[in-house]
């Protein structure tokens, strides 16, 4: 399975992205998917995921209300709607996916990451 992120870019603090993950290869039947974001010389931090049989929702608090993770298991992609964006926003954001239950906040937890896409925000 390889996962393939898109959707980022620039926008002005207060606008929307919605970044996609679209997961390709054999048969995709993950636990979870996951977004992470990386601001450059800090670690690596859970934004959401999305548990793929009943697609249950977790959201980390720096983005509840803003963003809303969903998935279309038809297309085997995962999509992260980000509204009222903000320049601590700004990162190289991944999708990732687990195939085994673990902690949804904990990287450990997925074993498939995509590349990353950045999004930037001015102010």
């Known amino acids: 399975v390889q996962l393939q992120a898109s959707g980022g870019g620039l926008v002005q603090a207060g606008g929307s992205l919605r970044l996609s993950c679209a997961a390709s290869g054999r048969t995709f039947s993950p636990y979870v998917m996951g977004w992470f974001r990386q601001i450059p010389g800090k670690e690596r931090e859970f934004v959401t995921s999305i548990r793929w049989s009943d697609g249950r929702t977790h959201y980390a608090d720096s983005v509840k209300g803003r963003f809303t993770i969903s998935r279309d298991n038809a297309k085997n992609t995962a999509y992260l709607q980000m509204n009222s964006l903000k320049p601590e926003d700004t990162a190289v954001y991944y999708c990732?996916?687990?195939?085994?239950?673990?902690?949804?906040?904990?990287?450990?937890?997925?074993?498939?990451w995509g590349q990353g896409t950045l999004v930037t925000v001015s102010s």
């Open positions: 990732a996916s687990g195939r085994q239950y673990g902690a949804l906040m904990v990287q450990s937890t997925y074993d498939t």
